[in-house]
């Protein structure tokens, strides 16, 4: 690897830490920047960088965990699960000046282990923020969802939640409406995480093949824009978007 204006001791000790599992980018006024083999939630690699001061070195994630999650939308949520993740790693987190740094001051016999701290660090931190972040966007869509459900049929004929029986299992199923005639319809709602959709697809299988004769529905923020695996929960069930008329949500609650 090229390690341009790098101090010749730390260029070694950095080949010894590297063992041929990272690659080094090059470096920056004296600075290295190092891939790391652990990811972020995109598919990106970690990358640190190194720097010497005397006969210590500093490793810092440059604030990409928290470029990371600004990237898919979790940066609210960032700074605290990152404090929190620097605690369980015991390396320092810089958060003056708006920075969002993790980083850890080693001397050169414990570099190895410094790069592989920092660099989980950040990446765990970033996808914990993704995970948080995503799942609190779940949980809107879902009342809004039941908001929407419950709008159409009444409050009497809605339940948030109601425990279904199928063929082989029993589901915890969102927003069960009970018609006058006692049939029941339920409308799921769905996006296209993988889990969302096997999740879905798993029900309403099970469920349609007990033959209760209950309307199966997956409501969708825009079914133009589902993937093709979501697609084949059409197989089971009505895919309505959110934003259709009443009428529609009333014909697909009887259309078993």
Same mark, same amino acid.
């Given at each position: 690897m090229i390690l341009e204006k790098a101090n010749s001791g730390l260029r070694e000790r950095l080949k010894e830490s590297c063992a041929g599992l990272m690659a080094s980018r090059g470096s920056i006024g004296g600075r290295i920047l190092l891939d790391v083999p652990t990811i972020y939630p995109s598919g990106a690699s =970690? $990358?640190?960088?190194? %720097?010497?001061?005397? &006969?210590r070195v500093r490793v810092s994630d440059? @604030?990409? @965990? !928290? !470029? %990371? =999650? %600004?990237?898919m939308a979790a940066q609210d949520g960032y700074r605290p699960l990152a404090r *929190? *993740? =620097?605690? #369980?790693? @015991?390396i320092g987190f810089d958060n003056r000046d708006n920075r969002a740094l993790f980083t850890l001051w080693v001397p050169e016999g414990r570099l190895g282990g410094a790069i592989i701290c920092v660099a989980n660090a950040s990446t765990q931190a970033a996808a914990e923020a993704v995970r948080v972040a995503s799942e609190? +966007? =779940?949980r809107q869509k879902a009342e809004a969802v039941f908001e929407r459900i419950d709008r159409v049929f009444g409050s009497r004929a809605t339940a948030r939640t109601a425990e279904i029986r199928g063929r082989r299992a029993t589901?915890? #199923?969102r927003n069960v409406v009970t018609l006058p005639n006692a049939r029941r319809a339920i409308f799921e709602p769905m996006n296209n995480n993988t889990g969302s959709v096997s999740g879905k697809f798993l029900m309403f299988t099970d469920i349609r093949e007990a033959g209760a004769g209950i309307a199966l529905n #997956? $409501? $969708? %923020? &825009?079914?133009?824009? !589902?993937?093709a695996k979501a697609q084949m929960v059409a197989d089971l069930a009505n895919i309505i978007d959110i934003r259709s008329p009443d009428e529609m949500? *009333? +014909?697909? @609650? $009887?259309a078993g």
């Open positions: =970690a $990358v640190v960088e190194i %720097e010497r001061n005397g &006969d440059m @604030g990409n @965990g !928290l !470029l %990371e =999650a %600004e990237m *929190k *993740k =620097a605690q #369980a790693f @015991g609190a +966007r =779940a589901w915890n #199923a #997956a $409501v $969708v %923020e &825009d079914s133009q824009n !589902l993937n949500f *009333k +014909r697909m @609650g $009887v």
